[in-house]
């Protein structure tokens, strides 16, 4: 993991390189206020103020150098990331203002994620200076969070089975006190059946299990966050073409997301008793699995048809689901890598958001859209119900048809969640299939700040 902490410092006045800020719009402006050696730098340069821009402007002597960066409305977030990538090892302040939310990108910016390089690339940290030495811990802490989802996405599914990914969830665990506990083997399959049923294809390696950790005084509010952990999907039986597998390493996004928000949430020590629970299985092909047709018995008490083997992160999250709801929490929160039909639908970068709560809805999208991480709420449409009926049991896993995928998805999961229960879920890609600064192609954090600034807003310190 990358030492974030070594990249921001208190600025104490010590010697440090200048970053000005300079708006696009007002880029002409600005512009006419620099000495003539800084106006040539710009033209050579063809800066124009424009988002991800960096130009060097010399000083009066030849280590008095300068940087101008070009920032947009839309990129404020990360404005800086650009900079954190190109620049020269150093220090750097910013000539007005502390850099505040900005700084988690110039930090993100030197993420790297080496652990398949013979040689990993070095490179000299950029130490960001600010004003506000108070918010440092809070800026590396989401940074932390969020390289270790990437982290965890990016490792090969060879390298990161269930029990790789339990042991990700202990060291969380460990590192701040919590109970830590695994179910599996004969005991996950008569408490956690469907959990068992879709991962009992794989090897005893890679055995199915449920990853609980439980955290907090029981005096204060309980919070559930659940993470889908399906660390290989193929498909089952319904098996997915080779594209279809080529990413599905990843399929195990939820539980990274959900790890990370639980070891924000235990850092911080925030007043809650927090329910991290993880299904963790890998979707393989054997004469063991599971086959279209079967009818599995959930934790619940429901019967569940298998109308698609591929749709097996419904069926462990229905276990987990039904476990959280027995103790009653104020709050459930899922994360999951569920449905392409959310892809289709909203793209790599907007997660869809499902809540059978008004106020939490309302609360998720404005906290997304305060710390620029967006989420766009779809409806749990209740007429489409019907489409996940099945002529011989209680539900269907994988309505025909093809619509509404990501819809019928979320029903789905209502059904395992008590009505008085607080609940959202979050169908989320866990990928960049693009780089942009401070966001490398790959294992991405997609919904995780908006659901820590929820929890800080409903739990504060």
């Known amino acids: 993991m990358t030492d974030f902490s070594a990249l921001i410092s208190p600025d104490r006045g010590q010697s440090a390189r200048t970053l000005m800020l300079v708006p696009h719009a007002e880029f002409t402006q600005w512009l006419t206020l620099q000495p003539p050696r800084a106006r040539a730098a710009v033209e050579a340069a063809r800066f124009e103020g424009k988002a991800d821009s960096v130009v060097i402007l010399p000083g009066e002597a030849p280590e008095e150098w300068s940087v101008a960066i070009g920032v947009e409305p839309e990129n404020r977030l990360w404005c800086l990331a650009a900079a954190a990538a190109k620049l020269p090892e150093g220090t750097y302040r910013l000539a007005e203002g502390a850099p505040g939310d900005c700084a988690l990108g110039w930090l993100l910016a030197q993420h790297r994620f080496d652990r398949y390089r013979e040689k990993p690339e070095v490179i000299g940290a950029r130490v960001l200076l600010t004003s506000e030495p108070a918010r440092i811990d809070e800026i590396v802490r989401l940074a932390e969070a969020t390289g270790l989802v990437r982290d965890l996405v990016d490792t090969g599914a060879g390298d990161l089975g269930p029990a790789e990914l339990a042991d990700a969830a202990k060291a969380v665990a460990d590192k701040h006190g919590a109970r830590f506990s695994v179910t599996q083997g004969d005991a996950l399959r008569d408490h956690y059946p469907m959990i068992h049923a879709v991962g009992r294809a794989a090897t005893k390696a890679r055995s199915p299990r449920l990853i609980e950790v439980e955290w907090g005084d029981p005096a204060h509010p309980r919070i559930a966050v659940i993470g889908k952990g399906v660390c290989f999907d193929s498909g089952g039986l319904d098996i997915k073409p080779g594209s279809g597998m080529l990413l599905m390493k990843k399929d195990m996004g939820g539980a990274a997301h959900a790890i990370a928000l639980a070891g924000l949430i235990m850092a911080t020590r925030l007043p809650v008793h927090l329910h991290l629970l993880i299904p963790a299985v890998e979707n393989a092909v054997s004469a063991e699995s599971f086959r279209p047709g079967d009818v599995l018995t959930s934790r619940k008490g429901l019967h569940v048809e298998i109308g698609n083997t591929d749709a097996e992160g419904r069926l462990i999250l229905a276990d987990a689901l039904t476990r959280a709801g027995e103790e009653a929490p104020t709050l459930m929160l899922d994360f999951a890598t569920l449905t ?122």
């Open 340 to 461: 392409g039909a959310a892809r289709v639908a909203l793209g790599p970068d907007l997660p869809a958001l499902f809540a059978n709560d008004e106020v939490l809805a309302r609360d998720l999208i404005e906290a997304g859209d305060r710390v620029d991480d967006p989420l766009w709420r779809l409806p749990l449409w209740r007429p489409y119900n019907e489409m996940l009926k099945s002529d011989i049991a209680d539900i269907n896993n994988a309505p025909g048809g093809g619509f509404a995928g990501t819809i019928t998805a979320a029903l789905f999961l209502e059904r395992f969640v008590a009505a008085e229960t607080p609940w959202a879920h979050f169908d989320t890609f866990a990928w960049r299939p693009t780089a942009k600064p401070g966001r490398p192609k790959g294992g991405e954090a997609l919904g995780l700040r908006a659901a820590w600034a929820l929890l800080q807003g409903r739990f504060p310190r």
